[in-house]
């Protein structure tokens, strides 16, 4: 094995640069003679828009441009649009609001855009916003997910009935009926999945240029693939693709948020071919909070079969899915298609069915956050196999171990429809109790108990699906100048790309690491992309990488057999050489690019690889914590995870990616939570002063270890890793918080498990599970 190659723990190479400030991200990018731009945005959740006057901000100093609706309509500019269309169960086609990118006659959430104000510098552009005088006409508003649907709700959208965006289901009901006639008991239980605020490190910058004699535009923005956010500017602006150039430096994180579409995109492209000059939008953190995209929010009620001896026969599961004001890009394909499938785990059900209602509120807009859906729907069925449990009165590793799926049952067509491929479900569980010491916790809890404290394990199993279509293609370049140059269409948002990558290279072509040059996040030098999210840049992009590999090493072989006088059948290549098999005839792979060079070709190599199947990586996580009962604070003191990922390219980064994601799902657990004013719809926790984030020392430190089984359906045999942490940790920190509070007759407790909360619940106050 090659000191750099496949399952090595290389050091990310991007660190050094990274580390001593040498990265460059969006705001590090200034444009000569570029202006500013600051958008005004509403003070109000929903509001009639009267009348907008500029005039008094249109004459401030070095203001150049003061725009709104009015102006957007008249230059007929697109709106930002939902990409995924749907259907309701009585067939009708779900209706989709336009969101133009900036309000027309109303304003529909706190932070809604309303006036773009364009200057020489950004104080002057604040300033003038100042002056713009909007006389706004307040409506009720309604941004709780459950509320919006009752009768008398206050109507957010004319054409949507109800505040019913789409009536969504999956499964076979009439099915799940039948097992619930025969069942020996129905269990249900009511959840409430918590809003996000995502929080980057690095806030979405925007820079867009326009070329007017070209007809070209140029933005530079913080994403997670440049393909997508041209193609949609291109629709928008009514040019073609080509069009547009989208160019994406270093990413202070992502998360699912810098996916999608902004009306601030568009709005530094427009402004810059109104204004003729390059246009800079740079948000502060509250203008985030009220702009960025915000993760899950989900409202449900799950109920589950079991016969006699505790197997389960059937789950039925109603949600309510709260999208926001407008239909982000995928808002709707999240709550529905991304994750109902998993809504049965990792568990023999023979029946599953799913009743989604997706529903518009006076909040900001609802997509996809690390995981989406996937941990909506572990966070689901594994807090109900925990209530089921105790319940039932067995233990919930036992309940669990008599109704996973076998490993002998592989592969396995589970009750949504979807097929694992691979799995060892009592192997992996049996690791991470082995681990965390789950047959020691009664002694542990007792030492607790006579300090006062309350103690409590929890354990969640999980699967997801990930790594799979869309495509990813890959064009690899062995270089003259002794090195190799990948050009790929994921975006690097702090996982450790360019070192990934650069791995599988150097495995598969034997040339040194240093030597490779990861080229991403820009249309004009890779020609397609569909970006990174889904846990899809490994299993999707680095096998379409060793696909380029592997043309560029059959093409090389016919250069070689021309350079050493032999038929390319009878050359073999091996640790960067070609040589003519059974002799001591070489040639080097970068002196064969060399020579090649000097005849015009190139030697390259293009991948191309389209999954048929999602990959289903799949772990047990187990947390045990501490709970003061005087205060309601919660302390973890152990977390355990062992995954199954199916094979390993760098364990360095592969524990890095999951103890990021567990951090992020132990704050949904115990720290993070949205919260809008019921009455004014106002957004409270508008800053990191209300929004609580988890610290470093909030955790304790994990232990991470591996059952991989190699997948089948993937060509390396991995499975996708990313979101893994987020998806197994909430449920694992919320059962050991139950399982603490047991004791006290506490059966239920929302995220986040605030000490506020845990205290109301352990004192019998009503709001521990709103």
Known sequence: MAKFGVGQPVRRVEDARLLKGQGKYTDDINIKGQAYAHILRSPHAHATIKSIDVKAAAKMPGVLAVLTGKDV?????????????????????????????????????????VALIVAETQSQARDAAEAVEVDYDPLPSVTDTA????????QIWPELKGNLVLDWQMGDEAAVDAQFKQAKRVIALELVNNRIIVNSMEPRVAIGECNKAAGSYTIHTSSQGVHNVAAQMAEALGVKYKQVRCVTPDVGGGFGMKIFAYPEYLLVLWAARRVDRPVKWTPERGEAFMSDTQGRDHVSRAELAVDGEGRFLAIKVRTTANLGAYLSNYGPFIPTDCGSGLLVGVYAFKAAHVGVKCVTTNTVPVDAYRGAGRPEAAYLVERVVDHVAAELGIAPDKLRALNFIPKT????????????????????MALAQKESDWSGFAKRKADAKARGKLRGIGMAY???????????????????????SLMIGTQSNGQGHETAYAQLIAENLGVPLESVRVVQGDTSLVSFGM????????????????????????????????????????????????RIAGTDRAIGIFALAKRAKGKNIDLSGLGDFNPAVSTFPNGCHVC???IDPDTGLVSIERFVMVDDFGGV???LLLAGQVHGGVVQGIGQALFEGCVYDPKTGQLVTGSLMDYALPRAG???????????????????????????????????????????LAERGVKRIDMPATPERVWRALNGRAEAAE
């Open 73 to 113: 309509a008249a230059d007929k500019l697109g709106d930002i649009l939902c990409k995924v269309d749907f259907k309701n169960r009585d067939g009708s086609a779900m209706l989709k609001p336009r969101r133009p990118a900036l309000a027309q006659g109303r304003v529909r959430h706190v932070g809604d855009a």
């Open 147 to 154: 509320g919006a649907l009752k009768a008398g709700a206050p």
């Open 409 to 428: 049952g592989m592969p396995f067509k589970q009750a949504m429809g979807l097929t694992y491929d691979s799995g060892d479900f009592h192997g992996t």
């Open 462 to 484: 999980y699967v997801e699906a990930c790594g799979g279509q869309p495509n990813e293609k890959a064009t690899l370049s062995v270089n003259a100048d002794d090195t190799v």
């Open 531 to 578: 970006g990174t999210g889904g846990s899809r840049s490994l299993p999707v992009g680095g096998a379409a990488t060793v696909q380029a590999v592997d043309e560029v090493i059959k093409k090389g072989k016919q250069l070689a057999g021309e350079a050493l006088e032999a038929a390319a059948s009878d050359i073999e290549f091996k640790d960067g050489s070609y």
């Open 624 to 626: 045990e914590l501490e």
């Open 649 to 651: 390219i760098n364990p």
């Open 698 to 740: 909030d955790v304790p430190g994990f232990k991470v270890l591996w059952n991989n089984q190699p997948c089948t359906t993937n060509p390396l045999g991995i499975k996708g890793a990313g979101e893994a942490g987020a998806i197994g940790a909430p449920p694992a920190v919320i059962n050991a918080v139950i399982n603490a």
